[in-house]
């Protein structure tokens, strides 16, 4: 079975901080995305990275995928109270199902 | 604005019923699937379906079932509700070609079972 972790499971950090999730698997993915999701709702799609070394911004929001496409990481710049949320990532491979990370829960505190 | 929509947000139903939850997409997508997420275990696939009346077993199959009779709508049944099948329900669809479009999900669907 392939597995994703995410790391670290929680954080709580002050409004204006920065911060990074990652994301880490043994096995090779054809792409990685990230969502997040609000208390009450379902998880929304960020970014879609499909090539090793990638990178993407997304406002304050920086993703990569790894060079050998095993891992990924989100960073986030000068926090604010709306980041907060689940972080997760998932992978695809040869077929049409994602495997999800197990999750990072963000509290941005004002 | 394209949409997964999901019958409920909140049920209470209690042990032994019949539980049917409803997810409709307007996106004309091709794949639907069920998760359920529970703190500490994350998402796990419940069932998923690459076409119309064509269903696949995902990580935690027993105790559900599905249809999908139209394109746009995928049911997740409940044969007989248990206490161990309280959680939060999700419904998502996607284009062919997941690894680039992703996932649509629904707001989610909160089942209690007492």
């Known amino acids: 079975t392939q597995l994703l972790e995410q790391s670290p499971q929680f954080l709580s950090i002050q409004e204006g901080e920065n911060l990074t999730v990652y994301c880490n698997s043994s096995?090779?993915?054809?792409?990685l995305q990230w969502y997040r999701q609000e208390p009450g709702e379902g998880p929304v799609l960020l970014v879609t990275?499909?090539?090793?070394?990638e990178v993407k911004k997304l406002k304050r929001l920086t993703f990569q995928f790894g060079d050998a496409r095993k891992d990924s990481s989100l960073h986030i710049t000068a926090a604010q109270p709306g980041d907060t949320g689940l972080y997760l990532c998932?992978?695809?491979?040869?077929?049409?199902?994602?495997?999800f990370g197990t999750g990072t829960l963000l509290a941005v505190q004002p | 604005d394209v949409k997964v929509t999901q019958s409920s947000r909140y049920l209470v139903k209690r042990t032994g019923e019949k539980v049917f939850l409803e997810c409709v997409q307007d996106?004309?997508?091709?794949?639907m699937f069920w998760y359920r997420q529970d703190p500490g275990l994350g998402l796990r696939l419940i069932y998923f379906?690459?076409?119309?009346?064509?269903?696949e077993k995902g990580d935690i199959p027993e105790g559900y079932s599905v249809s999908r009779e139209k394109k746009e709508r995928f049911s997740l049944i409940l044969e007989s509700a248990s206490t161990n099948q309280t959680s939060m329900y999700l419904c998502?669809?996607?284009?062919?070609?997941?690894?680039?479009?992703?996932?649509?999900f629904g707001s989610g669907t909160r089942l209690t079972v007492v």
């Open positions: 996106m004309d997508h091709e794949n």
């Open positions: 998932a992978a695809g491979g040869a077929t049409n199902k994602l495997i």
């Open positions: 990275v499909v090539t090793g070394g």
């Open positions: 998502a669809s996607s284009l062919a070609g997941t690894h680039v479009y992703g996932y649509t």
């Open positions: 379906s690459y076409d119309v009346k064509m269903k």
């Open positions: 096995s090779v993915f054809s792409s």
